[in-house]
């Protein structure tokens, strides 16, 4: 017998265990209403362009190369353009498996072990641990209602840069802050690009939920705007469409993505659900984007309601300006990551605020929920189930009912 | 302006250049018979999964778990089971983003820089230039019509050995070997396991092409042999189907998987074209391969009658027991790397050996022409074409019209 413990290269992940299925209450990750996905456009979508197509699927990429399917690229320029102010064409969309592809190959074309990488004091914990995976230290960036603060910014580059540290990248979810739900006004993402030329920092822009702001206009793309030239922009269809498929974009300097193509070694983004969202939001796009925005918007009133309801005014809302979930502030006595634990295991599963932040003790008491996926139903069991265990563990919240206290 | 070359991370690969399209006469690259596409079936089984389960794609993974969607890991499993003696069952079938996607993982979850790793000397070359990139050195395995010597391994490993010398695993591709075409017979498949458990080294058995053996009894995985049970397998949908889908999958002790898995964050395998294979092939799979294989046996029989036409005595052939390519040696003076770039500015592009040898020199003047793409025309014009480059380049072949020696 081969002992393989012993070849196993260092500093592996925990092994995976055996899946056991899905929380029954589940308020974690980035998933959809299965409701809202529409079955039979896509269905349709899908039929008509493996007909129309299906025998290019014979070649790697179609044979259209390793930037992506061109319907799909068309589409996404066009969006980029017309929504977000980004031009630049089909020819500088590359098309990548999901935006986490975006991620890793920016993190594999910048990052060394010993570099500096500015994020947003709560952000996306999946961006925090493929930064330091990848051996490099994350700052970061204070943040409040309107998105990171400026002033609080300029000191920390200022006090890097006379300590000789120039961070390789500045992270930033500009437009519904992922997990705080704020959109950055056109006013700081001014002083941002100022600050990163100013400072030599690249802004890495992901726009991941910035399809699902609720309403009136949304401030440009920080790259489709005066001096955003040089930003790295990531964006999804996992958030917009369904997170199964897979999809998502990169637009960035060529010299950027030269690189990134260069180190996109996967044979190629799946082609044929590149073929069916091209063709199903060619056709659907605003349609179906207002219906899945009105639809979420629905159940954040609900889980909103069922969070005031149950938990008072223990609890501090951030309520978001779009997208697919709240965060929340308990009281000081509160540790989520413990609440987290102890809720999980009576089928609650919740996102603890350490989770999703860069220091860890900073959100200590805070926590995200994700309301797509749960039916309105198990939204206000799922909350009454975690204010009781909450209340058996801390003693909070003392009683429901009375208005929670709402920020942003 | 930021200067991001200084940014950039060290030993990058060289930037990408834009797309220019396919070469005319394409003999490259493991693509398939566009003809051969089941374009009318797969629209079929894809609106009518989607119909059925499309909602489940608002969940990452479709709430079915990391390892992949039911019903393919199931149709996986029996084919494993029924074709290659392979047990186990789905719950150890782990579906990846192309097999590429498992060499991948198997090397991060194995390889470490400095480590040694064995394969056939005439092998795939992008399992070489990922094993180098792990810094890991490539030790060749001699092999002749019949796969890897046998008495050539035990001396390598036994010098190995001597020195110290643990290898972190043996990689070959024993059924259909790319790029000889040649299938390892029982006897030596037997001797191979009894060398890797005497010497402690894993082996990990790509089976990409075995789908596509032409005919007669095939010889069972190493991992369905007695003894194989620590082998680690991995196969893919792009031969059998095509290329442009990105699936494979890898059946390996689960002290393995579970920690492929864990590394396997890439948010999971594209689930449309999961529910789309498992409901094809769980129809139509040995009526799909069955009519494949017609097919690319005609388009071999074509590709050698114009060798053989064109090349005459100076091509020696290593006919394939199945699969997409035909391996071939010339004479002496015919460097392929330069009869490669020669032909590639007339629009032909072939692979030259040395990039599908672990040893460059070793296969100076031999080549790869895979004949699954390009239609019969093609291939006979095609290789024209290149017997006239490689006649002014290097004075053969003297003339065609005589038989071709044949091998294997």
Known sequence: MIDFTRLLARDLPQPAGRF???PRWNFVGGNNDPALVPVEALAEAAARTIRAEGRKLALYNMGEGPMGHPALREFVAGKLESQRGIAGGPENVL?????????????EVLLEPGDTVLMEEHTYGGAITRVQRCGAR????????????????AEILGEMRSRGVRPKYLYTIPTIQNPTGSVMPVERRRELLRLSAEHG?????????AD?????EWPPALRGMEGGEQVIHIGSFSKSLAPALRLGY??????????????KDDGGTPSIEQMIVADFFGRHFDGHVRHLKEGLRRKLDVLVAAVEEEFGTSAELSLPKGGIFLWITLPEEVDTSRLAEAALAEGVAINPGAQWSTDSDNARRSLRLCFALPPEEDLREGVARLAAVCHREFGVPLHGANKARRSA
Chains 1, 2 share one sequence.
Request: proline share 5%; net charge negative; with cysteine.
């Open 20 to 22: 056991g299925g899905l």
């Open 95 to 107: 098309i990548t498996s999901g935006s986490l592809q975006g991620l890793d190959l920016v993190n």
């Open 138 to 153: 994350v700052v970061g960036m204070p943040v409040d209602a309107d998105g990171i603060r400026m002033d609080r910014l």
């Open 201 to 209: 920092v690249p802004v890495f822009e992901d726009e991941c939920y």
């Open 212 to 216: 699902l702001l609720w309403e009136g």
């Open 250 to 263: 990169v637009s960035a300097p060529w010299e950027i993505t030269s690189r990134l193509l260069a180190c």
